[in-house]
């Protein structure tokens, strides 16, 4: 639905993880550690497509531990092992 | 009216209300099983239409994608397609989204479709929770989303009783041959383009068309989560419901442990009023209602357990709280979802087992069942009690600090300890091959019916009584067998030497004794040790046997503890006690083991490991201790 705002946005691609709380961003892909990655095959089935708009809601305790993120319309809890797969570009 | 019963499919992806839907539509006419090999569950009900035709309809696993690897994604397109041995062709899927959460659901949606398209089974989209949708200002104009789907499309609201009246209608109207002429006109009418590279662009394509969706999220969500996953006033809460589950399961219970104690009680002394001492009067008080007692007592405990995490994973809480307590279960390789099951665990392994079903994956699901024995159940409490208060002296320490409380405290930490030191060598070995991964939905927070509640609460119920207590009946009678036969002589009787030491499990016990030597068990442990194997608390009642304390009430432990503080030394009772940190003294726990894991292997498994531990830790207390008092 933002995508024709996301060509404006001068964005450095980085990785879900590393995104500041609450600020949108749009995925750009979703790294596979082998052929038949499971785990990458998981994140896109939930919604981490291309051009998905997704924002960092929480994170857990310490700083360490999971993230909470918001694609689409659901939240899903992530690992950040999971989360720096997720390649995202910032639109703020 | 067609005689043969049609077969419906109900798939949707977890947290769209499937479940609702299915208890609205099959009531109490449900099935559980296992199919055949795996430890998906098969859910099976009966509703019946309104013009009198029955209906199956099998509640598929909830899943978010048809085309993952896994046994639930493969069992679900087996049945799909047809080629599942063990379920009839389906004639219908039901094919469930919810309304909030298009976006994501449709997508399954459109796989199903395409999944089916040879098969010419017609699928129907239930959208779901639209109610919900129209609090939160979603608009979908069902008419273009039936139109863009290619099949027809109910809204359902599954939480109000009257909420699926046209799916009834439907399902009533519904007939095989029928539905598919109804199906064909629209999609011969306009081309549907089934992408299958790219469904998610289709969902797209079709909300843009269907659905104005005013905000992502209910506000309700946003400010609950707000508070409820703050990192410090988050992990208050939670600790503060943890506390209030606890002190209700112990205190709510107790009258009802009581009262169903009382009742065994008086059921024996009727018995023994109107039968004379004889084999059966023995076989009926000793195996059938002792032994049944001793376990069914814990069934309070169990439900107001299961009734709290039924509530709270009803409501939405109990993937928060997963969220929560993720990055401490993660250090040592459990999932935060472990935490629950493993915490319920305290009061009873076997609802702590049955818990695990909310934990998604399988690896993480096993080991949590495999250590969910090592936490210290309130059955350990009566054999605590006894030895501590025999052995361990009232003393103060620091003058505020009972001795006996600090041993007690130590008993639950060696089994807390052990069990995350278990896990953390089970998630290391397999994390070599495969990176732990952990994506769970945090669903909209919502308000637990009461109907649904009780429903599962049922199943859980019935799962625990029917299949537990029929092992356990067989159990019983066994050890009953054991403790009973062969029948003392006359000499036995007269010279004064407890009868279970000529018997059976009298012979088995000194058989096994040069085994427990080491330990520093006498025979009398070895032999009450026997008995003890149906629940943990039976053994104080056996060594009541063994030591031939007569004597009925508190005063048998009072006097237990005297005979015992004379004729065991302190290394001993220690050694006792490292046993039943870790040994599977309940033979119930490992039937349910075996039950949710749907393996003889693994029931196997823990049950060899955990009596490994427990003689390797008593040994060693043994040692120790010996060494140190001289």
Redesign the interface.
Known sequence: ?NHSNSSTAAAAATTLDSIVLNQPALVVAVND?DI?D??S???????F?EG?PVTL??????G???L?A?I????????R??AKRIIVKSLS | MPSAKLSVALLGSPNSGKTALYNRLTGSKQKVANYAGVTVERKEGIYTTASGNQITVLDLPGLYSVTTMGQDEEITRSICLGHNPSVKPLDLIICLVDATNLRLHLKLALEVKELVAYQKIPVVVVVNQMDMAESRGIQIDLNSLAQEIGCIVIPTVAIQPSGIDRLKDFLNDFSPVKTLAVKSKPERRKTVRINSTNHHQQVRQIIAKSVIMPSKTSQTDDRLDRIFLHPIGGLLILLLILFMLFQAVFLLAQPFMDGIEYLFDLLKSVIDLTMGPSLLHSFITEAVISGSGAVLVFIPQIIILFFFILFLEESGYLPRAAFLLDSIMARFGLSGRAFIPLLSSFACAIPGIMATRTIHDYRDRLTTIMIAPLMTCSARLPVYTLLIGAFIPERHILGFMSLQGLVMLALYFAGIISGLVVAKIVSLRQNRKMDSSLIFELPSYRMPKARNLALALWERAVIFIKRISGIIFAVNALLWFLVSFPRPSEQVLASGVPAIQSSFAGIIGNWIQPIMAPLGFNWQITVALIPGLAAREVAVSALGTVYAVGAKGSDTVESLQQILAKQWSLATALSLLAWYVFAPQCLATLAVIRRETNSRFLSLVAASYLFLLAYLASYATFKISSHLIG
């Open positions: 639905m550690n038949d499971m785990v095959k998981r994140l896109r089935d939930i919604g497509v998905e809601i929480a994170r857990g305790l310490f360490g531990g999971p909470l918001q689409g319309y659901t939240r899903f809890a992530l690992r092992a999971e």
